[in-house]
């Protein structure tokens, strides 16, 4: 009988997911890498439409739509902050009711449908802003309303995709298998690795025919991208390791948090084994483990506190009685939520590239050479790609196994530490792109080029910022995608993927209240202020600065934090 059940422990995976038809999913036919083509397909294409729009979207509005150079910076930033946002949304339902396979089959159409409807406004006549011989172009109100609510349908299409596809990538790989867990970090780099591929054609193919061939063909390609992506998707279902929602994770959540202020005079037994449990082996919740026990934030302990009042009655109110586990999963939100508020400056760093590095750039030497053709400013963020696909295999195959011996940690450094470098070497991004604007700024005073569109001064000096914001990611993004999906309790996988989404989300709006804010008070009294249309009466390299310092502070505070971090800890299978 042993014998039996040990082969049948070799045939099933143990983390409780099930396979397309919602059986128990089998080890050698389901998941691991031979199931992640089609989820990195999916993700490469998705990256490669999301990025063809959004790199070159502030010349759209400030060319097409007739924006001044503040307002599109703005307009870019809430847009991207929205697309951020929506993960909230998606990860909910994910976890709560669909599961993230369906979560993504759904709003990637809903993507579609919004790549469709921004292709017509750029293309259409009618829907199209008109634009006079001298290239000024003059759009109607309804022409830019069209253009806005085909990017926030997309916005609400990002919404079901960016927090689910990781972390369905990443149950392909058995928790509880100790080989496929080794395997379940590298499979984190190189998802990014293949966000990065979908980037590196968008900025560099795709913001060249937005500028030479049209809008219309730039904006098409991605939506005839994101519809390759959707196929993608479908073409490994078979394969797949589905993880069941467990319920909605924000009603386990408030449920703590009403039964534990309901016995706020209960006092908490000194003996943790006394405090409620399931007596089974399988957590009370769908689709996740049981969590030990820890001794921090001891408040929420109170709802696990069985009382005479609930021994009373035929069956357990959840709302006055919660298991352990369930007061585990509000800690484990609890610690992630001072780590994921530091990640909020980092992402404003992060948003410069796709609206004042552009702007900046805008106003260099596009020429390549001494050759007639001219780079698309915004296709500079290609050596941002280019530093990230550097950068991961070099982390994957040397850093990991180097630091692995000197720190004896399975992934060379914890998720903590590869944060926080990449938390560090933001600052000397912001620092690099400062000190050249300062010497553009010099360039232009000495010869007196206040009025000229291009001073002639070689865009590729921005080559330094983007390479080393693309060094950064692969520490702090990659590093925060493994993080929030280790963490995160199992039934709140998606919810936490999210979480940390929505970092880039309050970045951009922080960067856009920022601009705000430098605008109101420098813009005064004449004064062209720090971020003007002509940029060579202005100084940008002041705003560089200030996110620097505000750089240094963040990561101050994040050193600060992560030393009294508490990792969870599962207990055991989840079956």
Not at 422 to 431: E, K, R, V
Request: proline share 4%.
């Amino acid at each position: 009988m042993g014998e039996v059940h040990r082969k049948d422990d070799d045939l099933y995976t143990k983390d409780g997911t099930v396979d397309y038809q919602g059986n128990p999913a089998k080890k050698n036919e389901t998941g691991t890498w031979k199931a992640c083509p089609f989820i990195l397909g999916n993700e490469c294409c998705e990256r490669l439409a999301y990025y063809g729009m959004s790199t070159n979207l502030v010349l759209y509005f400030k060319h097409k739509l007739n924006q001044h150079s503040a307002t599109a910076s703005k307009n870019v930033s809430n847009w991207s902050g929205t697309c951020y946002i929506m993960p909230l949304i998606g990860a909910f339902l994910a976890d709560a009711f669909m599961g993230r396979y369906w979560t993504i089959a759904c709003f990637s159409i809903i993507y579609v449908i919004g790549m469709a409807l921004l292709t017509l406004s750029a293309s259409v006549s009618g829907l199209k802003p008109t634009c006079s011989k001298d290239g000024v172009c003059d759009p109607t109100l309804a022409q830019s309303a069209v253009s806005f609510i085909a990017l926030y349908v997309i916005a609400l299409g990002t919404g079901g995709i960016k927090p689910c596809v990781s972390s369905f990538g990443a149950d392909q790989f058995d928790d509880d298998d100790e080989v496929e867990k080794k395997h379940k970090s590298s499979f984190f780099n190189w998802f990014y690795f293949s966000i990065n591929i979908g980037a590196l054609i968008a900025s560099s193919v795709l913001v060249w025919i937005q500028d030479n061939v049209g809008w219309g063909w730039g904006f098409g390609i991605p939506a005839v991208t994101m519809a390759i992506a959707v196929v993608s998707f479908f073409s490994g279902t078979r394969l797949y390791r589905n993880q069941k929602p467990g319920g909605s994770p924000l009603t386990r959540i408030c449920q703590v948090l009403v039964a534990s202020i309901r016995k706020y005079k209960v006092a908490v037994p000194a003996e943790k084994s006394l405090l409620y449990e399931t007596a089974d082996a399988e957590s009370a919740i769908t689709g996740s483990r049981k969590l030990d026990h820890t001794r921090d934030f001891g408040f929420f302990d109170k709802a696990a506190v069985q009382v005479e009042s609930d021994e009373k009655k035929g069956s357990i109110d959840p709302w006055r009685l919660c298991t352990v586990t369930q007061v585990e999963e509000l800690k484990a939100i609890v610690r992630l939520l001072p780590i994921w508020a530091t990640g909020i400056i980092f992402s404003t760093v992060y948003g410069q590239m796709s609206t004042l590095f552009v702007l900046q750039g805008a106003a260099m030497d596009t020429r390549v050479g001494n050759s007639t053709f001219r780079i698309p400013p915004a296709s500079l963020s290609i050596f941002d790609t280019l530093s990230v696909i550097f950068w991961v295999p070099v982390y994957d195959r040397i850093i990991v196994p180097v630091t692995r011996k000197f720190t004896g940690h399975k992934n060379g450094l914890t998720q903590l530490q590869r944060m926080g470098i990449g938390l560090f070497i933001s600052i000397f991004a912001m620092l690099s792109a400062g000190i050249l604007e300062l010497v553009r700024l010099r360039f232009v005073q000495r010869h007196n080029y206040y009025d000229l569109e291009e001073v002639p001064m070689s865009i590729f000096w921005q080559v330094p910022q983007y390479f080393l914001i693309g060094c950064a990611e692969v520490f702090t993004f990659i590093g925060q995608l493994e993080f929030f999906y280790e963490q995160a309790p199992d039934a709140m996988r998606s919810l936490c993927s999210a979480l940390s989404l929505t970092t880039v989300a309050l970045g951009n709006y922080l960067s856009s209240l920022l601009v705000t804010i430098v605008t109101s008070i420098t813009a005064k009294d004449g004064k062209p202020g720090w971020i003007p249309d002509n940029l060579n009466r202005g100084h940008i390299d002041y705003f560089y600065y200030l996110l620097a310092i505000l750089s240094v502070l963040n990561l101050g505070v994040y050193l600060w934090i992560a030393q009294w971090y508490t990792y969870k800890k599962p207990v055991g299978p989840l079956r």
